[in-house]
């Protein structure tokens, strides 16, 4: 029959340290308590017993003045989200490279003299429609595609590495009974600062080493016979200069930029503002990043040892004024591709893997969980006959 009245009994004593019990109360009152497999908010209902009474399962009530914070709903398995990561790294590049690399080789052909602009571009888009396999094997395509591959790779690696450390963080703190929200904030606050800064330096470092094997090898295929016989330190330097400023405004400041936007702005969705941000703001870079290229380029084709330091400086002030506008349109030209569309591309993609792998585990939990609660009702049945048989 059914368990009497206000009657309790403790059949199960918990060792588990996160406190993952649930309590398991029959229709005569009687209550005890069992391990919680199934961890959702709402109560998990169990068949009726034999006999004809029944069981339900809840959460038992937090204790008061405790917090609880739910981690991000993300992936846990991070294998899989960093090969995505580099798989869309290098799928991305590969849809832009070929303009990126038409463009590239066009700016430095400009500055050695040899080629106009539009000379050079016009000259290498006829090669890549004339012999498509010999552009895509050719060392310079190659060369700008390993860049590109490098630099989406290990920011999007890092961003994930950065995420799941957040992630497992989030599960411990869940786990939790006590932590202040005080000072809950502050770590949050530093932990995104040291995220940044790590993907900012990670992902700059693997960019300008790339970048500056690109361009030498560039300079040295398009450049002027009368170059420096190996490339300045200052040349370096300038170029290193504009990768740290190229990679800071396409995969750190497009996203500060549009929370600032959403925040301004409300009925502008988050979404929209990442987009308009992540075309917008590599672009506008490209004014500042552009003269500082060119002028690494500059003095690698001409050393101009023979003039004082005025007389150089002059003179190079006189060539970026020169050819200002079009290494500025020409780097516009290239970024738009490269972190414009080619950063927008990757949002999407990845965006898109990481909801693909989420519904996966969702799936594989819905149905670890089924078998969960099979072994729950088993051990709740156990228990009821068992009160059944004592009362008896």
């Known amino acids: 029959g059914n368990c009497k009245a206000n009657r309790k009994r403790e059949m199960m004593q918990s060792n588990n340290t996160e406190g993952r019990m ?21 109560p998990m209902h169990v068949p009726p017993l034999k006999g004809g009474s029944s069981i ?11 917090t609880s914070t739910q981690p991000p709903l993300v992936s846990s398995n991070l294998s899989e989200k960093l090969l995505g990561d580099v798989t869309i790294g290098c799928g991305v ?7 990126l690399t038409i463009v590239d080789k066009a700016i430095v ?18 090669n890549m429609v004339r012999n ?17 591959a490098a630099t989406y790779s290990t920011a999007n690696s890092l961003k994930t590495i950065m995420e799941h450390k957040d992630f497992v963080s989030s599960k411990q703190k869940e786990d939790q009974k006590w932590f202040a929200i005080s000072n809950e904030e502050k770590d949050k606050a530093s932990t995104k600062q040291t995220n940044t800064l790590s993907i900012l330096a990670g992902t700059t470092v693997v960019n300008s080493v790339a970048s500056l094997i690109k361009d030498r090898a560039y300079a040295k295929m398009f450049g002027t016979t009368g170059a420096a016989p190996s490339v300045p330190f200052i040349t370096m330097g300038l170029w290193a200069t504009r ?31 990442k987009r308009a941000a992540q075309f917008t703001v590599p672009i506008l870079t490209q004014f500042v990043a552009g003269p500082i290229q060119l002028l690494g380029l500059d003095f690698y084709n001409r050393p101009l040892t023979n003039l004082s330091l005025y007389e150089a400086a002059t003179d190079r002030a006189r060539f970026l004024a020169r050819g200002f506008v079009s290494v500025v349109t020409a780097r516009i030209a290239r970024i ?25 585990e969702m799936k594989g939990i819905m149905v670890d969980e089924t078998k969960g609660q099979r072994e729950t009702y088993r ?13 008896g």
């Open 109 to 126: 052909q400009t500055a050695a003299g040899t080629h106009s602009l539009y000379a050079s571009i016009a000259e290498s888009s006829l």
């Open 243 to 273: 990768d740290c400023m190229v990679v800071y405004s396409s995969f750190i400041l497009p996203e500060r930029t549009s929370e600032w936007i959403h925040e301004m702005y409300p009925s502008i969705a988050l979404q929209d503002a």
């Open 56 to 66: 339900s399962l809840r959460r038992r009530p937090q204790m008061k003045g405790a």
């Open 379 to 391: 051990l709740v049945q156990h228990v009821a006959e068992r009160h059944q048989h004592n009362d």
């Open 22 to 42: 649930v309590q398991a109360t029959a229709p005569g009152g009687a209550s005890f308590y069992a391990p919680m497999i199934n961890y959702s908010a709402q």
């Open 93 to 99: 590049t590969l849809t832009v490279t070929p303009f």
């Open 336 to 360: 738009a591709p490269g972190y414009g569309v080619g950063g927008v591309l990757n949002t999407q993609w990845r965006d898109g893997y990481r909801d693909y792998l989420i519904e996966k």
């Open 132 to 148: 498509p396999v010999a552009f895509v094997r050719n060392p310079a395509f190659l060369l700008m595609w390993s860049v590109y």
